[in-house]
């Protein structure tokens, strides 16, 4: 419905590994990563919606400050330089970490109007394939596998609709923001 392409990591229940998944969206220069998984905790009482982005220590930030600060320039056919920011794989959503952040806190107000969420329902953690994510990103734990109640209510379809509903309305509001900031 809103003429974008789609980009899924994968259509089957097979493991990928998270460099894989990032590769996934980062080749194929998506705008936008949203991962979606279902939760595991050894409390079984555990519920909820949870959003990760990405946290980065301050070494990890200074690296990227200086990576794209400095960036390097290469000479181009017919004369000329182009510029390029070279920024470690492993550090790429530095860039974007306002961006997620507004992702993140648009995928929560979407969520909670839908599902159930954790009492903690946006957290920061480093984590891999968000780290790596060349673009916007965020990560969701839709309900705690663990958790019996939220076991059985994430296998109906009215909860897996609810969900999609939430993420669809969320990149609608996030693609609304994103073009309102880009304009001049």
């Known amino acids: 419905r809103l003429g974008l392409r789609v980009i899924l990591t994968r259509e089957d229940d097979r493991t990928l590994g998270l460099d894989d998944r990032a590769a996934v969206a980062n ?15 050894p409390v079984p009482e555990q519920s909820g919606a949870e959003i990760f982005r990405l946290q980065l220590d301050r070494e990890s930030a200074d690296v990227v400050r200086v990576a794209t600060a400095e960036g390097t320039s290469l000479p181009t056919l017919g004369g ?3 510029r390029l920011d070279l920024i470690p794989w492993d550090l790429a959503q530095a860039r974007h970490l306002d961006e997620s952040s507004v992702l993140a806190s648009v995928l929560q107000e979407e969520l909670q109007l839908q599902v159930p969420m954790s ?9 891999r394939l968000l780290a ?18 939220q076991e059985a209510r994430l296998k109906t379809e009215d909860f897996k ?3 999609a509903q939430a993420v669809f309305s ?11 900031s880009q304009t001049p």
């Open 27 to 41: 080749n194929g220069k998506a705008n936008l990563l949203i991962s979606l998984h279902a939760n595991g905790s």
């Open 80 to 82: 000329g330089v182009r």
């Open 119 to 127: 009492t903690h329902p946006v957290r920061e953690a480093p984590m």
């Open 132 to 149: 790596a994510a060349n673009m916007p990103a965020a990560l969701v734990e839709v309900a705690y596998l663990t958790n019996p109640q």
């Open 161 to 163: 609709a609810s969900v």
């Open 170 to 180: 969320a990149i609608v509001r996030f693609r609304a923001w994103s073009e309102e």
